[in-house]
């Protein structure tokens, strides 16, 4: 992990590329460039509000600084609340999951350029930050693979962190090193090196595995409720078991498309990864 930063600052930081969702060669182009930027337009603001809706009981009943299903860790956040399972807690979330601009990303930088042949959702995770929750230790998301990866040029996640609720400079918003997917592993940000990932409800975070990020601190009353969705090369093993932290029945009411992003299989064996 890196070093945490514990004060947001707004003015003179560089500023993240936004792109409308539709423009799939410009995210593309930022992705590779940047290694991040902020897609704008990706899910309307009444399809936010119903998941929302849908997540408030869990969320009311989840304890902060722990998910779900009871696991614990500083890193996570101590005024944080986070919820797995989600396709169990919201017929929503297939919308999300294949959210056309998220495919046609992912199978640019993972299936296209021949990292794999084909794709896979690592996890599914949303995350709720509190009043008083402060700044995230900086990390990249592809460490949880570091043994398999061969260089910081060669990508093998890109993550999705929708804004359910907006995101702004006092409630959180997502602290990005743009361009360190390209950095040597042993490198940390300077504070003038950091964007905040500001950005209305209905836009998302658009990253690669490899760069340097970290949840902002939230100085607010209300929540800043993100989703996050990260594709992984179809040869890694996810995060998150689906079958588990789902009930297979409503797994089994999914598109063949979906299940098969969630490594659901036929017999359980995937032939060709």
């Known amino acids: 992990m890196l070093n945490a930063q514990r004060v947001n600052k707004v003015d003179d930081m560089p500023e993240l590329e936004r792109i409308d969702s539709k423009d ?9 460039e940047h290694g991040a930027c902020i897609a704008l ?14 997540f408030n009981h869990y969320l009311s009943i989840a304890s902060w600084g722990a998910d779900d299903i009871g696991y614990q860790d500083e890193f996570f956040g101590n005024k944080t609340k986070r919820l797995h399972g989600l396709f169990s807690k919201s017929a929503r979330m297939v919308d999300v999951l294949m959210h056309p601009a998220f495919m046609a990303l992912a199978n640019s930088m993972l299936v296209e350029s021949g990292v794999s042949n084909d794709i896979r959702l690592s996890n599914a ?24 990866q061969r260089s910081e040029s060669q990508e093998i996640l890109v993550s999705a962190n929708c804004a359910l609720t907006d995101f702004t ?27 905040l990932a500001v950005m209305p409800k209905g836009a998302a975070l658009i990253y690669t ?36 932290t789902n009930n297979q029945k409503d797994l089994a009411g999914l598109p063949d498309a979906a299940q098969r992003l969630l490594d659901i299989t036929p017999g359980g064996i995937t032939v060709y990864a």
């Not at 709720?128 to 230790?137: I, K, T």
């Not at 595995?209 to 179809?234: C, F, M, P, T, W």
């Open 24 to 32: 799939s060669n410009a995210l593309l182009s930022a992705v590779n």
């Open 41 to 54: 337009n990706v899910l309307p603001e009444a399809l936010c509000d119903e998941l929302v809706s849908d």
């Open 125 to 148: 995770e949303l995350m709720a930050l509190g009043e008083g929750q402060d700044n995230q230790m900086f990390h990249t998301d592809a460490a949880s693979w570091a043994r398999v």
């Open 169 to 195: 400079a006092t409630n959180g918003a997502t602290r990005v090193v743009s361009g360190s997917h390209r950095w040597a592993r042993d490198r940390q940000p300077e504070e003038d090196e950091v964007c």
């Open 209 to 244: 595995g490899n760069v340097i990020h970290s949840g902002g601190a939230n100085q607010e009353d209300i929540l800043r409720i993100g989703l996050y969705l990260g594709y992984i090369a179809s040869w890694l093993r996810p995060l998150e078991n689906q079958l588990i």
